[in-house]
């Protein structure tokens, strides 16, 4: 009953908002891209808009303990790149090259059972399977992310970042109010499932190599684990891989909720810092349930494991939006 109360008490704040009844999308065709570089990733112009980020009390899927609800009215203010995909293997692998850049050793990988790998790394040692150029880099912590991000805008002389968390979610949604994307027809539990067509997550292909105890989306991807970036279908502002193949490091401390967090695409971070930051999307190791627009997951800063990775962010300039 509170939950009940709390959802509608929230609708009625949030009325004329700016968010239809029923989803409007932006045409995919129409997203502008800007590329800094050659080998520099192509980032999608994100418009400013409205938004009610998490999931309203007493979804199906809903899980409180990653602090989904209760929901927040959020205004993007300005527009902003994100990567049309997740950064990939050659990617980051020129950045390793041209910076120099030595990342701690070690990687969380599966054989047979979940151990870390102290030789384990980005490139693939120590991994059943070695990533491909154009696979989502994974093997990869926030303090990897965030000196890609440092070492591209010495580089460009534009100012990349980690996306908020807020900026995620709005981007992720793109303009949807349902839990996924690409439609209603996907939660957990259904027989058949849109999820195969629009994501990369532990299904009917992943399942026959990894038997994790867990439901799987009843559909075939045909990617055992890892697939190459965009893959499947974007989203309707011409994103990729928003749900599933890897979780996303967002700048974000990660907290238990939204209570007290700004209403704005900023990240919400603390003086001093924060050992835990925020993951987003899910991954090809993800039951459906957790393969949602609002779905949170935490890790602290150094964790490192083959099914995480991360998309950059990007400031734009005066004009840049249009």
Same mark, same amino acid.
């Given at each position: 009953?509170?939950?009940?109360?709390?959802?509608?008490?929230?609708?009625?704040?949030?009325?004329?908002?700016?968010?239809?009844?029923?989803?409007?999308? @932006?045409?995919?065709?129409?997203?502008?891209?800007?590329? !800094?570089?050659?080998?520099? %990733?192509?980032?999608?112009?994100?418009?400013?808009? +409205?938004?009610?980020?998490?999931?309203?009390?007493?979804?199906?899927?809903?899980?409180?303990?990653?602090?989904?609800?209760?929901?927040?009215? =959020?205004?993007? !203010?300005?527009?902003?790149?994100?990567?049309?995909?997740?950064?990939?293997?050659?990617?980051?692998?020129?950045?390793?090259?041209?910076?120099?850049? +030595?990342?701690? *050793?070690?990687?969380?990988?599966?054989?047979?059972?979940?151990?870390?790998?102290? +030789?384990?790394?980005?490139?693939?040692?120590?991994?059943?399977?070695? %990533?491909? %150029?154009?696979?989502?880099?994974?093997?990869?912590?926030?303090?990897?992310?965030?000196?890609?991000?440092?070492?591209?805008? +010495?580089?460009?002389?534009?100012?990349?970042?980690?996306?908020?968390?807020?900026?995620?979610?709005?981007?992720?949604?793109?303009?949807? &109010?349902?839990?996924?994307?690409?439609?209603?027809?996907?939660?957990?539990?259904?027989?058949?499932?849109?999820?195969?067509?629009?994501?990369? =997550?532990?299904?009917?292909?992943?399942?026959?190599?990894? *038997?994790?105890?867990? *439901?799987?989306?009843?559909?075939?991807?045909?990617?055992?684990?890892?697939?190459?970036?965009?893959?499947?279908?974007?989203?309707?502002?011409?994103?990729?891989?928003? &749900?599933?193949? =890897?979780?996303?490091? @967002?700048?974000?401390?990660?907290?238990?909720?939204?209570?007290?967090?700004? *209403?704005?695409?900023?990240?919400? =971070?603390?003086?001093?810092?924060?050992?835990?930051? #925020?993951?987003?999307?899910?991954?090809?190791?993800?039951?459906?349930?957790?393969?949602?627009?609002?779905?949170?997951?935490?890790? %602290?800063?150094?964790?490192?494991?083959?099914?995480?990775?991360?998309?950059?962010?990007?400031?734009?300039?005066? #004009?840049?939006?249009?």
């Amino acid at each position: 009953m509170k939950s009940i109360l709390i959802g509608l008490l929230l609708a009625a704040s949030t009325a004329g908002f700016g968010y239809a009844a029923e989803d409007a999308p @932006v045409a995919a065709g129409a997203a502008k891209i800007i590329r !800094d570089c050659p080998t520099c %990733p192509e980032m999608v112009v994100v418009p400013a808009g +409205k938004f009610i980020m998490g999931t309203p009390g007493g979804s199906e899927e809903m899980d409180e303990d990653t602090g989904e609800t209760y929901q927040l009215a =959020v205004t993007i !203010d300005k527009p902003f790149g994100l990567g049309k995909t997740e950064i990939t293997t050659a990617q980051y692998g020129e950045f390793a090259r041209e910076a120099d850049y +030595k990342p701690d *050793p070690g990687c969380r990988l599966w054989n047979d059972r979940w151990l870390n790998d102290p +030789k384990g790394d980005f490139r693939g040692a120590g991994q059943m399977r070695a %990533p491909k %150029p154009n696979f989502p880099v994974v093997c990869v912590s926030w303090t990897d992310a965030k000196a890609y991000a440092a070492w591209l805008s +010495k580089k460009t002389g534009k100012t990349y970042r980690l996306p908020s968390e807020s900026e995620w979610e709005y981007a992720a949604r793109g303009g949807t &109010t349902s839990p996924r994307y690409f439609g209603m027809n996907s939660f957990e539990g259904v027989s058949i499932s849109l999820a195969c067509d629009h994501a990369n =997550v532990y299904d009917v292909t992943s399942q026959a190599k990894y *038997p994790f105890p867990y *439901p799987y989306a009843r559909c075939k991807d045909n990617y055992e684990d890892l697939a190459p970036a965009a893959s499947f279908k974007p989203n309707a502002f011409g994103l990729y891989d928003m &749900t599933g193949n =890897v979780w996303e490091w @967002v700048e974000d401390c990660y907290t238990g909720a939204y209570w007290g967090r700004p *209403p704005n695409q900023a990240a919400w =971070v603390w003086q001093g810092g924060c050992e835990t930051r #925020g993951l987003r999307g899910g991954s090809w190791i993800s039951r459906p349930a957790d393969a949602r627009s609002a779905k949170r997951h935490s890790e %602290p800063i150094t964790t490192k494991t083959t099914y995480i990775g991360f998309r950059i962010a990007r400031d734009l300039g005066e #004009g840049e939006a249009k």
